[in-house]
């Protein structure tokens, strides 16, 4: 069974940085994608940023592209999200998923594993 736990999350001003970290076990880490995605009040889960098992691909939403950067240990069996430049807009509840491949999709419906969520709170 694989497991995701997420931590990182906390109250921070706009303009400044967290970084959110999540630990996989429960499957050969390196084989699969990973995504961050996120869901403010009100609105549906959208994906943020994701990467392919060996990290050398990514993907960025528009909205975050420039300021976030995803990455990842497979020695740790972990994935990270730097958010540097956070904006109010970017406070949400931000959740790690595993893909069900070693490439990455947009798709939700490709994630098959979710960690219980950390949140994140931008203050203007």
């Known amino acids: 069974q694989v497991q995701l736990v997420e931590s990182g999350g906390g109250l921070v001003q706009a303009g400044g940085s967290l970084r959110l970290s999540c630990v996989a076990s429960?499957?050969?880490?390196?084989?699969?994608?990973m995504g961050w995605f996120r869901q403010a009040p009100g609105k549906k889960r959208d994906l943020v940023a994701a990467?392919?098992?060996?990290?050398?691909?990514?993907h960025y939403a528009d909205s975050v592209k420039g300021r976030f950067t995803i990455s990842r240990d497979n020695a740790k069996n972990t994935v990270y999200l730097q958010m540097n430049s956070l904006k109010p807009e970017d406070t949400a509840v931000y959740y790690c998923?595993?893909?069900?491949?070693?490439?990455?999709?947009?798709?939700?419906?490709?994630?098959?594993?979710w960690g219980q969520g950390t949140q994140v709170t931008v203050s203007s």
């Open positions: 998923a595993s893909g069900n491949s070693w490439h990455y999709t947009e798709k939700e419906s490709t994630y098959d594993a």
């Open positions: 429960g499957r050969t880490f390196s084989s699969y994608a």
């Open positions: 990467t392919s098992g060996s990290g050398g691909s990514t």
